[in-house]
């Protein structure tokens, strides 16, 4: 069996290279989380084309959502990536370009959406399946925290830079000219092209014999995983409301209110986001360094920690300025990092691994599945009611997390055992390829661990 030497998985070169390369691309994409939206605003001045640009990217991510986890399971991870990330390179330097010459147009932004959204779903489940491939079980929990955690502080200092750059180069607060939005993404296409050579790097690793089987039949294979786990279809349900709750009246409202309200308008914007950052992040230790919650109560600490941002989210019309915006948005992030780390430590450790790349894909459509109707519904309301918006979608998501504790099943979750593998797959699983430098030799054999991120906030 392999085990590591040390639990730091930066003892593991290719953890450094996935950490290193996905850290930059992550604060490249906070600088196109605030371009885009921006841009759609500056362009428009419509929150419906806002939502509908935003549920356009979010389509074809849940549709092929399915697709890209059995492309996991059959390619790996790393490859699934290193294309992903290059479609998406290119995507988001073609867009910078247009905007800089001053040409970009409404179906531009569609285009780029629906380029950006196809290779996301490939994206996302081979993102979650790649950490188990590269350290050991020991290694794991600190590996992911190390991940999310750099993924929330690259959120907590990306948007407010982006802000900066937007406005900086453009003109009054509450509109912008095409080169502080063209910096930005040009910014987003370096760090994707950085991250294309970190995975490059990597060393390829032995996919595990499997027998020759169509798409539907592995996807099949899936679904029954996720009905053989008790409680795990709760989960999806309760993602699956929480992104229609949540998501799409936090991205369509949040640059809404900077445009409209907020005197800093862009500044504003990535101040907004980056406190979502902060407060994930500090969600995140806390979940770290406090015990954790007694199965007994698991369900209620976990699903009490993502309805509270409802209330937060409720709050929002009822503030003046962005200071206050900025404290409540990371109020309700520290409940909600803190729940989606227990809740993926959960998730993590009741999938079979060699249905990783699949069952996460499912996982994660049910978790993504309504966010294009959350987007287009936001899009439309807002027009009508920005506070309205807000508050019914904030009071639906704590009133849903509440009455999900009245089933029996979700109150259970944390009584849930572990997924064991049976004693044949222990023996032939092929786990052995570790980083030298990272692991040593012993007796039997360990296959991949788990990873993934059901967040309900995308």
Same mark, same amino acid.
């Given at each position: 069996?392999?085990?590591?030497?040390?639990?730091?998985?930066?003892?593991?070169?290719?953890?450094?290279?996935?950490? &290193?390369?996905?850290? *930059?691309?992550?604060?490249?994409?906070?600088?196109?989380?605030?371009?885009?939206?921006?841009?759609?605003?500056?362009? /428009?001045?419509?929150?419906?084309?806002?939502?509908?640009?935003?549920?356009?990217?979010?389509?074809?991510?849940?549709?092929?959502?399915?697709?890209?986890?059995?492309?996991?399971?059959?390619?790996?991870?790393?490859?699934?990536?290193?294309?992903?990330?290059?479609?998406?390179?290119?995507?988001?330097?073609?867009?910078?370009?247009?905007?800089?010459?001053?040409?970009?147009?409404?179906?531009?932004?569609?285009?780029?959406?629906?380029?950006?959204?196809?290779?996301?779903?490939?994206? $996302?489940?081979?993102?979650?399946?790649?950490?188990?491939?590269?350290?050991?079980?020991?290694?794991?929990?600190?590996?992911?925290?190390?991940?999310?955690?750099?993924?929330?502080?690259?959120?907590?200092?990306?948007?407010?830079?982006?802000?900066?750059?937007?406005?900086?180069?453009?003109?009054?607060?509450?509109? /912008?000219?095409?080169?502080?939005?063209?910096?930005?993404?040009?910014?987003?296409?370096?760090? $994707?092209? *950085?991250?294309?050579?970190?995975?490059?790097?990597?060393?390829?690793?032995?996919?595990?014999?499997?027998?020759?089987?169509?798409? *539907?039949?592995?996807?099949?294979?899936?679904?029954?995983?996720?009905?053989?786990?008790?409680?795990?279809?709760?989960?999806?349900?309760?993602?699956?409301?929480?992104?229609?709750?949540?998501?799409?009246?936090?991205?369509?409202?949040?640059?809404?209110?900077? %445009?409209?309200?907020?005197?800093?308008?862009?500044?504003?914007?990535?101040?907004?986001?980056?406190?979502?950052?902060?407060?994930?992040?500090?969600?995140?230790?806390?979940?770290?360094?406090?015990?954790?919650?007694?199965?007994?109560? $698991?369900?209620?600490?976990?699903?009490?920690?993502?309805?509270?941002?409802?209330?937060?989210?409720?709050?929002?019309?009822?503030?003046?300025?962005?200071?206050?915006?900025? *404290?409540?948005?990371?109020?309700?992030?520290?409940?909600?990092? %803190?729940?989606?780390?227990?809740?993926? /430590?959960?998730?993590?450790?009741?999938?079979?691994?060699?249905?990783?790349?699949?069952?996460?894909?499912?996982?994660?459509?049910?978790?993504?599945?309504?966010?294009?109707?959350?987007?287009?519904?936001?899009?439309?309301?807002?027009?009508?009611?920005?506070?309205?918006?807000?508050?019914?979608?904030?009071?639906?998501?704590?009133? $849903?997390?509440?009455?999900?504790?009245?089933?029996?099943?979700?109150?259970?979750?944390?009584?849930?055992?572990?997924?064991?593998?049976?004693?044949?797959?222990?023996?032939?699983?092929?786990?052995?390829?570790?980083?030298?430098?990272?692991?040593?030799?012993?007796?039997?054999?360990?296959?991949?661990?788990?990873? &993934?991120?059901?967040?309900?906030?995308?």
């Amino acid at each position: 069996m392999i085990q590591p030497a040390t639990r730091n998985p930066f003892a593991v070169r290719d953890f450094r290279l996935l950490w &290193a390369g996905e850290t *930059i691309s992550v604060l490249g994409d906070q600088f196109a989380l605030i371009a885009l939206p921006w841009l759609a605003l500056v362009l /428009t001045g419509s929150g419906l084309a806002l939502g509908s640009v935003l549920a356009l990217m979010a389509v074809p991510r849940a549709l092929l959502m399915l697709i890209g986890g059995v492309s996991v399971d059959r390619l790996s991870p790393r490859l699934v990536m290193l294309a992903s990330n290059a479609v998406r390179m290119v995507a988001v330097t073609a867009l910078g370009i247009v905007v800089l010459a001053d040409v970009a147009e409404l179906w531009t932004l569609y285009a780029f959406a629906l380029v950006f959204g196809v290779a996301d779903a490939f994206f $996302f489940p081979a993102q979650t399946s790649i950490v188990p491939q590269l350290v050991g079980p020991d290694q794991l929990q600190r590996a992911n925290g190390i991940v999310q955690g750099t993924a929330q502080a690259s959120a907590l200092v990306g948007p407010a830079l982006a802000g900066i750059v937007i406005a900086a180069l453009g003109g009054e607060a509450a509109a /912008t000219n095409a080169a502080g939005i063209a910096a930005a993404l040009l910014l987003d296409a370096v760090s $994707f092209g *950085i991250s294309l050579l970190t995975l490059w790097l990597m060393r390829a690793r032995p996919r595990a014999e499997r027998a020759p089987a169509s798409v *539907i039949e592995d996807l099949k294979a899936a679904f029954r995983h996720v009905g053989e786990v008790p409680g795990l279809r709760a989960v999806i349900v309760v993602s699956l409301a929480a992104n229609f709750l949540i998501v799409g009246p936090f991205e369509v409202g949040l640059p809404v209110m900077a %445009y409209q309200r907020l005197p800093e308008g862009a500044a504003a914007f990535g101040i907004l986001l980056s406190a979502f950052g902060g407060g994930s992040l500090v969600g995140l230790v806390l979940g770290a360094m406090l015990p954790a919650p007694r199965p007994t109560r $698991f369900a209620f600490v976990v699903l009490g920690a993502t309805g509270l941002p409802g209330l937060g989210l409720a709050i929002l019309p009822f503030v003046q300025s962005t200071l206050a915006a900025a *404290i409540v948005i990371a109020a309700s992030s520290i409940s909600l990092g %803190y729940g989606n780390l227990h809740g993926m /430590t959960w998730v993590q450790a009741r999938i079979a691994p060699v249905l990783m790349g699949r069952v996460m894909s499912v996982l994660m459509l049910g978790s993504m599945g309504l966010i294009p109707v959350s987007m287009l519904v936001a899009g439309a309301v807002v027009q009508l009611s920005l506070d309205g918006m807000l508050v019914v979608a904030g009071v639906g998501m704590a009133s $849903f997390t509440t009455a999900a504790l009245l089933s029996p099943t979700v109150r259970r979750l944390g009584l849930v055992p572990p997924y064991q593998p049976p004693a044949a797959e222990v023996a032939g699983e092929p786990g052995g390829d570790r980083d030298a430098e990272g692991a040593t030799e012993a007796g039997g054999a360990s296959g991949p661990e788990l990873a &993934a991120s059901v967040s309900p906030s995308a």
